[in-house]
């Protein structure tokens, strides 16, 4: 008996050391997978450790929601808690999914989707990259199955537009199998493996931003008003797939009982890009469902910069407030946030958490990251800029990961302890 009990102990023992082994090496959190310096893969592994039913809505989109939304200043300012899910050139096609996602272990009051993400530009760019900044960071289950398969078949229609109808040329073709198992991709990297990929990657300032762009400002010269660039209040441009996938996406949130608001985070936008946007919000205000609503903070008088209209509230200045033309650094994105948050106030009710042990975490995160924005900001104006464009950086990605590193480890503090 004992023998028999001792061999079962070591078989159970063996498949235990190899599930774990595994699932370090190729689960989602595993090193087999996109490295983790993908801006985006520490907000979501930190999503995915949040307490069950602790989040009020997320924010979707591509980088202009990710820059343009603090998550920590709404909190410290109103006690909500709205995550970001924004990735880079997220695709619209996409946006439910992530949806769904979150929806397992978050009783979502609502969502906010940002509509930069329906440019034409952004949205018939066919990127594997762009793609796996959603399906690699899914853990295995029905919905990153059902994920993988729809950015497939979204990256073949828009690699075919591309090729048949922009005559752009073929793009490259993608191994389908490795959107739902990324080790089939990644299984060669393991002379690219550094020390960062075997320590697990998580946020220190929850879903907001906090990379050295957000301590840099570019002087966004005001575009010329010509054919090409202005303001306009024009709606159209919209190809039959965009048309064809947002409408999919209005009809998801209506099915799901959902309340949705629609922004548009300020940039410097062309003029075909303003057309598209605004064709988006008419497709919005125009469907038939009470529980959308818009918040547009790209109006005529935010494109100017003239202190009247929305920017008498908002003050948004392109001289200070951006560090490129679609994207807004720390001091732009408190006003974009708090802009939005108290239109988020107004369209839901939103319970004020503060003072809950519960979201501590949440405090710390801001204090977290207010420290690092102060003190880079005070550092960033002793710098060089690297670019002509630059009123003020130097950062390098380097330079900005040891500086974030010495701040946040508080290493000058823990000096001065020892010598006490």
Known sequence: MNKYLSRAIKVVASL??????????????????????????????????LPKNTVDGIVLGNSVAHRGWSDVTAWNESGMTVYSLATESQPIPLT??????????????????????????????????????????????????ETSKA??????????????????????????????????KYHSRWQDLEREDFIDCTSDTMSTYSAEHMCEIADV?????????????????LGDYQVEAFADLLDYLKKKDLQAIFVSFPSKLSKIE?????QSIKMINEYDYDKFSVCNMNTEDVFKGTNEGLNKELQIDWKKDFYG?????????????????????????????RGDKKYVAWDNAYAKYKKLMDKGWEKAKTL?????????????????SKFKEDVLSDKKAKKNSKKK
């Not at 599930?19 to 930190?46: E, S």
């Not at 690699?136 to 289950?141: N, Q």
């Open 221 to 237: 010269e005001p575009l010329p008003n010509d054919d090409k660039f202005g303001y306009t209040e024009e709606a159209s441009g």
């Open 151 to 184: 950015a497939y078949e979204y990256y073949n229609k828009i690699a075919d537009y591309r090729e048949n109808v922009l005559k752009r040329g073929a793009s490259v073709e993608i191994d389908e199998a490795s959107l739902y198992l990324p080790f089939l």
């Open 16 to 49: 235990l050391i190899f599930t774990i082994i595994f699932n370090y090496l190729f689960g989602v959190r595993g090193v087999m997978k996109m490295a983790t310096d993908v801006t985006n893969v520490p907000y979501y592994n930190t999503f995915y450790d």
């Open 96 to 145: 439910k999914y992530i949806i769904e996602e979150a929806l397992k272990t978050q009783d979502l009051k609502f969502v906010v989707i940002e509509l930069h993400g329906m440019r034409g530009n952004m949205f018939y760019y066919p990127s594997e990259t762009f793609l796996r900044r959603i399906t690699d960071i899914m853990p295995m289950s029905k919905n990153k199955v």
């Open 274 to 278: 303003q057309t598209q946007i605004n």
């Open 384 to 400: 060089k800029p690297l670019a002509s464009w630059q009123k003020v950086g130097g950062w390098t990605e380097e330079s900005w």
């Open 325 to 353: 033309k679609d994207h807004v650094n720390s001091i732009g994105n408190q006003k974009t946030t708090k802009y939005l948050m108290n239109f988020i106030k107004k369209q839901v009710d939103v319970k004020d958490k």
